[in-house]
RNA sequence: GCUCCCGUGGCGGAAUUGGUAUACGCGUAGCGUUUAGAACGCUAUCCCCAAAAGGGUUGCAGGUUCAAAUCCUGCCGGGAGCACCA
């Protein structure tokens, strides 16, 4: 048994009285960024998830500085949100208190881990030495004029009584409290994330990130090409815009649709003979919720604009117009044409207010050719089976069945188009657009589905805004000199619908910076992603008074070389801070414009039973009690070996203790050479047997744990770079278990092992580095640490078998495995292959047509093969 | 509805540039060690058919190939994100 308390602890203190971890400005070596997404340090503590990701990028960084790189490896607080100020009013404890009691736990649990931080780089999101710059990023942005204040309808909040941004509204509730999220028309700070919709999507072809983060990012923008058209209103000067991606069906347009909010109501309301009933189908639709509304997603509701037409440009006939909430104010212009026979919401509500329905498009019909090609042509044009979609469609949607009477929603051949019949829908969308054009009523147009990133929040505990308003002179941005803005500390925080900064006397009634006038400042705060949408500049230059971080110090340690965390924040985090980045490098202030080069996300760690860990349900597997009970190394090795890095795996007491097992193993084994490192030889070890085969005996067992050593040496670091730490742990106990069962381990290949060994189990490796007496130098001047060692090479021709296994198939089917030379080549192979007699059964007197030789050792990355490698031959008769 | 991902022993998983399916760990059983237990060590362990030789098996059904967990098509099941986006 060791005593891992006693020598983690030792550990910890050692390293970061040595400054081990410390990063090295402008050092020569080369830089490494490896950074982890900082935690929320909330009340809860730590949580079993959190370790996870920081093992691996602990894993790296170690290895990375092994392989002689300076590493910046820092961590930090997330200090501002909600959950402190709520925490606040029900407790009367202030945030600023609370916060950094937890702060103190989170950062004592994670030391308590020995995670190789540079400690000396920490940020808080929420010390005015931090905030200053969250605001001066505000100021940057708004002087470029990319932040403004707007009235719009925004996401309300009514339990945290604040506005959210569009992302943080899940399935139209708070993203924090679950409460139904209302709509609000407000004056509210935006960012003008939209202005780099484009930059956002084409950047991501060039960063190494999951694909299906990049998906979901490309998703979110949501970008899609296609025209804008102005349709005349009839007897009247006035026009209404519409946005589609599909001007080819424009002949098939019977109505409009505008958007209850549309402003073209109030335009007409002298015409519209309806007007009453229409303001009050606006009203209604505005008090919806966006769960009402999704609720009533297949009813639409709409009524006529009676007394007005619109003129449909392609044909000029007179169509009416219709007010819906299925259109919506946000997205395009807020009003579309209605092409019922291809699009199968105006397809639905055609049908409920008998408007008619007109096909313009027909399905490519495809004869005289195999399926394949059709299967090809699809992909390609888009084509899908016209008649099994209709099967699909009515059977689940429509009570009539005429095939005439559907809706086909792709593209295909024009018709009853005027001059534009028998056009495909890509080409004729390309024409048409210019016949419009040409009459001034169209544009290509691009458009998206991102908003502005709404930044206000009426809270107490983020940065505040740094704005003030002047009775004279309006909207006047604090000067830089005067940054930063203090959050008042004696103000009473409960939300009552308007910031608790209005409280605040003091804070609130001041002076014009510019006319010394009476004014106010700005009482919001800004959104918690925008403090975290920088942090990682902050890492590199921590302590700068005078900058954000110095042009010197950005230009060398950025961008980062490894972002690790949760794939919750693919959306939010990630796509502010790339925001970020750009605005900065548009400006000039950086040389780079994408923040995170390499990023990978872990899986979450669910409780014993398979569910998600909850207070309510009481499967809360704290770390504490682990590091405790099994000591970190064990922690650490079991969180890498529990499954793949990305995947989400339920924990298991069990397996912890496997691992702690084999840690118990290494120390065994390490303490048994201590002793007996002389005469090595006369311990001979037993041969080792082959499990699976009855084959002739191996070299000499010495020899082939140097093999197998060497092998793993090359996995291990092949590993850590894929992020496949599952794999890189089980390797290191196939070598283990090899040592065992050879009772002895020569000393300079143990050696070795510990230095694989050590990014996993730090502090075990070091203490049997030290115990081993592999020190060099006096105690007094400072042990030599393992992690001062050089990564080891491998040998690549040790790395390699003598002797091989030789898989024989006769069709496929495997029939005899013998042992044979590595190099052996295929006339050999075949002659061996040949003598078998069990290969002589299967052929009997078939003619062979022909051997398939196969080399496994052009394929040295396949893990079997890699400890097994081999040869095959394939006998075919 | 759209976009994407995933289905391998009793369990977590390994193998996916097509080439010995089930590495490693857990669990289980037997044996050894021990006063006892724990711990440790050894052996066995995919399932089914078969006396054996063999045959079968990676959600299901097909296809391509000398060879398929891996590639293609369809279906079934599970998960994630977006969601009336024109």
């Not at 994330?193 to 484009?198: G, K, M, R, Y």
């Not at 925001?579 to 994408?594: C, P, Q, V």
């Not at 081993?772 to 393992?786: F, N, R, W």
Request: charged share 30%; glycine share 6%; with cysteine.
């Amino acid at each position: 048994m060791y005593n891992h308390k006693e020598i983690e602890q030792k550990w910890q203190k050692r390293w970061e009285a040595e400054g081990l971890n410390r990063a090295l400005d402008f050092d020569s070596k080369p830089k490494f960024y490896c950074l982890d997404m900082f935690p929320y340090p909330s009340g809860a503590g730590l949580h079993v998830g959190h370790p996870e990701g920081y093992t691996a990028t602990d894993i790296v960084s170690r290895y990375k500085r092994m392989n002689g790189y300076n590493v910046l490896h820092p961590m930090g607080w997330d200090a501002f949100g909600l959950p402190a100020e709520n925490y606040a009013i029900k407790t009367k404890v202030h945030p600023d208190k609370s916060t950094h009691e937890n702060i103190n736990r989170f950062r004592e649990q994670i030391q308590s881990l020995g995670l190789s931080y540079d400690w000396k780089r920490e940020v808080d999101t929420s010390s005015p030495e931090y905030y200053k710059w969250t605001q001066w990023f505000f100021l940057f942005l708004y002087k470029n004029g990319w932040a403004y204040r707007a009235k719009a309808p925004v996401n309300w909040c009514p339990s945290c009584q604040t506005v959210l941004a569009n992302e943080q509204v899940i399935d139209g509730a708070c993203d924090r409290c679950k409460t139904e999220v209302t709509q609000k028309e407000l004056k509210q700070w935006f960012f003008k994330i939209t202005d780099f919709a484009e930059e956002l999507i084409a950047g991501l072809d060039k960063i190494d990130w999951p694909e299906s983060t990049k998906i979901m990012q490309k998703n979110w923008i949501g970008k899609s090409e296609g025209a804008e058209i102005e349709f005349l209103i009839a007897n009247c000067e006035l026009r209404i815009k519409v946005f589609t991606t599909r001007p080819d069906t424009i002949f098939g347009a019977t109505y409009m649709v505008v958007a209850p909010e549309h402003e073209i109501i109030e335009k007409l309301k002298d015409k519209i003979e309806n007007y009453a009933e229409i303001e009050k189908y606006a009203l209604m639709s505005e008090r919806k919720t966006e769960r009402e509304r999704l609720a009533q997603e297949k009813e639409k509701t709409g009524l006529e604009l009676k007394g007005v037409k619109a003129i449909n440009p392609a044909n000029n006939k007179e169509i009416p117009i219709f007010v819906a909430d299925y259109v919506l104010k946000g997205y395009g212009t807020g009003a579309i044409m209605a092409v019922p026979k291809h699009d199968l919401r105006d397809y639905l509500f055609a049908q409920k207010y008998n408007l008619p329905i007109v096909e313009v498009i027909k399905p490519c019909e495809i004869r005289n050719v195999s399926p394949r090609l059709i299967r090809l042509g699809r992909k390609k044009l888009k084509i899908k089976n016209y008649h099994k979609d209709l099967a699909k469609r009515d059977n689940l949607k429509f009570k009539n069945n005429k095939e005439e009477e559907s809706v086909y929603e792709d593209e295909g051949v024009l018709v009853n188009s005027g001059e534009f019949n028998g056009l495909e829908s890509e080409v004729a969308r390309e024409k048409i657009t210019e016949w419009l054009a040409t009459k001034g009523l169209a544009k290509k147009k691009i458009n998206y589905k991102l908003r502005d990133w709404l930044i206000s929040r009426q809270r107490y505990w983020g940065a505040p805004i740094p704005i003030i308003y002047c009775e004279k002179c309006g909207e006047v941005p604090v000067p830089e000199e005067d940054l930063p803005v203090l959050l008042p500390r004696d103000v009473d925080f409960m939300p009552h619908g308007e910031s608790p900064l209005t409280r605040s006397k003091e804070f609130h009634k001041i002076k014009c910076p510019k006319c010394g006038g009476k004014a106010r400042r700005e009482s919001d705060t800004m959104d918690t992603f925008v403090c975290s949408s920088w942090y990682f500049f902050r890492y590199c230059d921590p302590k700068n008074a005078e900058e954000f971080a110095s042009k010197k110090l950005l230009k060398y340690w950025m961008p980062v070389d490894l972002y690790v965390g949760g794939a919750e924040h693919t959306v939010m985090h990630l796509l502010y801070s790339r925001f970020f980045t750009k605005a900065m490098h548009r400006n000039g202030l950086i040389n780079f414009d994408e923040p995170f080069l390499k990023l990978r996300h872990q899986g979450m760690i669910l409780a014993e039973d398979g569910r998600k860990m909850s207070k309510s349900l009481g499967n809360i597997i704290n770390p504490d009690e682990v590091v405790e009970k099994y000591g970190a190394d064990t922690m650490r090795m079991y969180e890498m070996f529990m499954g793949p890095f990305e995947d989400s795996i339920a924990w298991n007491t069990k397996g912890v203790i496997g691992v702690r097992r084999f840690l118990e193993k290494v120390w065994r084994l390490g303490l048994s050479l201590r002793g007996a490192t002389k005469g090595s030889d006369e311990a001979r070890p037993p041969r080792l047997k082959r499990k699976r085969l009855s084959g002739q005996a191996i070299s000499s067992p010495g020899k082939n744990l140097e093999n197998l050593l060497h092998k793993t040496i090359k996995k291990i670091g092949e590993d850590i770079e894929h992020f496949k730490f599952n794999t890189a742990v089980a390797s290191l106990m196939i070598l283990v278990n090899h040592m065992e069962k050879e009772k002895f381990a020569p000393q300079h290949l143990f050696e070795l092992f510990l230095k694989i060994l050590s990014p996993f189990a730090p502090h075990l490796a070091e203490e049997l580095w030290t115990q081993l007496g592999y020190k060099v130098g006096d105690a007094d001047e400072g042990s030599k640490s393992i992690f001062a060692e050089k990564w080891p090479e491998y040998d690549s021709r040790l790395a390699l078998e003598e002797e091989v296994d030789l898989v024989i198939q006769v069709n496929g089917k495997v029939r005899a495995v013998v042992q044979a030379k590595a190099d052996i080549s295929e006339s050999e192979a075949q002659k061996i292959a040949m003598e078998q007699e069990k290969i002589k059964k299967w052929i009997g007197d078939k003619k062979v047509r022909k051997f398939i030789f196969v080399h496994f050792l052009r394929q040295q990355s396949h893990y079997l093969r890699h400890l097994q490698p081999g040869r095959l031959l394939n006998i075919v008769v």
